[in-house]
């Protein structure tokens, strides 16, 4: 039986029931800094610091920080509240992505609402979205807030677009239009809105082809005119180098999307597997007449024949199984998903939002059965469904409090992820712990060791350990160019300028500007070495530099208080810094692998002193041949 607050307001309700449930699940994780304040956070990204820079976000140039792909709105509003939040504000930051989060739970809620015939059966559907443990790899990163921001607007744009299909009120129609424009410019997810109504239109509600081809014109019209703004707006060359795919890889990419449809439902039935990267767990299809391709090809074309049957009859429990497979449309092909992530769990997000229509289908269904005892269990199983999505979401946020816990998470459920290990051992270095960040970094599933030594770099020319850095980071050398690049730039700038190289790491953070011209951690250093050279009118244009793009971070004010302080120096006649340079064996090593005798005895014996560093235990092996 209905509770009575829930008959009387039952919108009110649901937003407080929603609001409690989100609470308790996350409550664990609201100050957890690892997904929201990490180093590759979009917060970190100096332009997000201002409303100054929403302009620039939406010009050509900004699409290098986001893969390539037009969506400034998420970043524009990002943008705005970044001027008085920072990135310090973790707390502030969670409750964002918890809140839009909840809203969208709200809006499946409404959604469900419209068809079925009891309100507690769209309470459970937005319950599910709610608490659904894949939705925790969402709610708990800031990057990934374009999808949670996206399908707002799209959802919204759908409830308004069923209010006006069923009152034709003009306003409601206006409003779906306004979120569907929104959406365009927010998440590539949206794209597919029109799909959804048309088979609402058509097939639910049977409504003639001419009056359909009317209501949708807009819906048509605005993506064929914002399309070019994806296919055709690209970044600069020189700042983003766009991932380029073999030829055919935009079917052999589909064919593995579609081979992957039992991983996804693992995902969406039982939560399965979470939060292994899921690229590294389902196997490439490269042909056509692939065994588990064509099953599950068949099974899929089985499922949107059944939903358009559904649909047909009036049971919408089909426009659910029409929203699972829309919201993984844009994510069907590298063709245009243009990423190396072909497989991910975040692309459920939106799908999700119709397993959860299919759920509250089936409580409606249940609820209204004549056999009383059968309609007590099917509701009690479905409750529990949903505790058990609770509290899986408890786990995996409780998980999310700490890089380590989170990577080894990761590595039990997948121990062959690359990307677990990679993550793991950079955590175990920030916590200064050698021995197991050596052993994750330079384990067997590592098959490129670049990115795991530029981090052992960093780590020993931290320490003093410059030729210990010196060998890692002639492991990692690179040539590529663009902003993805720029990893090896900035860790041969410390690894020089700690070793008394000024000069060398002057011309690698050249690089790594040039790469990213905003790049502050870059302006910064190369400030600071302005400055111990005494250029420090050079330094202070680039401090006012800084300024412009973000006035209010930290790095921004470490340079003008370095500035200053040279300034005191100068007029108190001060004795400047003194630098120290590296022998000439050493920079002979790092810039163009020369191993001169006297080196390779430094090598031979700092090997005796990291017998697990597998790096260094290869190069000392290598001098001792030549010796």
């Known amino acids: 039986m209905t509770p ?216 048509i019209l605005l993506p064929l005119l914002l399309s070019p703004l994806w296919w055709c707006y690209k970044p600069p060359p020189l700042y983003f180098k766009t991932t380029e795919f073999p030829p055919g890889a935009g079917w052999y990419s589909f064919f593995s999307v579609v081979g992957a449809t039992g991983w996804y439902l693992k995902g969406l039935l039982l939560g399965w597997n979470l939060p292994a990267p899921l690229h590294e767990s389902v196997g490439r299809i490269l042909r056509l007449m692939h065994l588990r391709f064509l099953i599950w090809a068949l099974i899929d074309l089985g499922m949107l024949i059944g939903a358009g049957w559904a649909l047909r009859r009036k049971q919408w429990a089909g426009l659910g199984v029409v929203l699972i497979f829309a919201g993984m449309l844009p994510f069907a092909s590298s063709l245009w998903n243009g990423v190396d992530a072909w497989a991910s769990w975040t692309y459920l997000y939106v799908p999700l939002a119709g397993f959860a229509m299919l759920i509250g289908s089936l409580a409606d269904g249940l609820g209204s059965s004549l056999r009383r005892n059968g309609r007590a269990a099917g509701l009690t199983a479905l409750g529990l469904l949903g505790l058990c999505y609770g509290i899986q979401q408890t786990r995996l946020n409780l998980a999310s409090r700490s890089a380590v816990t989170y990577w080894e998470r990761v590595l039990r459920i997948n121990p062959q992820s690359e990307i677990a290990s990679l993550k793991l051992g950079k955590a175990y270095l920030k916590r200064g712990e050698i021995e197991d960040a050596l052993e994750v970094l330079f384990s067997p599933v590592v098959t490129q060791i670049q990115n795991a030594s530029l981090e052992m770099s960093r780590h020993y020319s931290a320490q003093g350990e410059h030729l210990a850095a010196a060998i890692h980071l002639t492991m990692a050398a690179r040539e590529e160019t663009g902003l993805q690049f720029q990893h090896y730039e900035r860790a041969a700038a410390e690894v020089f300028c700690n070793a008394g190289a000024p000069e060398y790491a002057q011309e690698a953070l050249g690089r790594s500007l040039m790469a990213n011209p905003t790049n502050l951690s870059a302006m910064e250093q190369l400030a600071r070495i302005w400055v111990r050279k005494g250029h420090v009118a050079a330094a202070e244009r680039l401090a006012e530099r800084a300024r412009e793009i973000a006035p209010s971070y930290p790095e921004t004010a470490r340079m003008w208080t370095r500035i200053d302080q040279a300034r005191v120096a100068s007029e108190t006649f001060q004795m400047p810094e003194v630098i120290h340079p590296p022998e000439p064996d050493w920079l002979r090593y790092v810039t163009a692998s020369t191993r001169t005798a006297r080196l390779r005895r430094e090598i031979v014996q700092i090997s005796e002193r990291y017998p697990n560093d597998p790096v260094i235990q290869m190069e000392a092996g290598i001098c001792l041949v030549q010796e």
């Open 4 to 219: 009575k607050i829930f008959t009387k307001h039952p919108l009110v309700s649901v937003a407080m029931l929603l609001a409690v449930g989100l609470l308790i699940t996350s409550g664990g994780s609201l100050l957890a800094p690892t997904f929201i304040a990490h180093e590759e956070s979009v917060l970190r990204l100096p332009l997000l610091s201002s409303w100054r820079n929403i302009p620039f976000i939406f010009s050509r140039d900004f699409l290098m920080f986001t893969d390539g792909q037009f969506r400034p709105l998420s970043y524009a509003l990002l943008a705005a509240v970044h001027t008085f939040f920072g990135v310090e504000n973790v707390l502030f930051w969670h409750l964002w992505l918890l809140a839009f989060h909840g809203l969208n739970a709200f809006l499946v809620f409404v959604l469900v609402r419209r068809f079925s015939k009891h309100p507690w059966s769209a309470g459970l559907a937005a319950a599910v979205f709610a608490l659904h443990p894949l939705s925790s790899l969402v709610i708990n990163d800031i990057n990934t807030f374009h999808y949670v921001l996206g399908w707002t607007c799209y959802l919204g744009a759908l409830c308004c677009y069923l209010s006006f299909a069923d009152t034709s009120r003009r306003r409601a129609y206006v409003a779906a239009v306004f979120l569907f424009l929104l959406g365009l410019f927010t998440s590539k997810i949206v794209f597919t809105l029109p799909i959804v109504l048309a088979a609402y239109e058509l097939l639910y509600r049977r409504t003639k082809a001419r009056t359909v081809l009317g209501r949708l014109l807009p819906f």
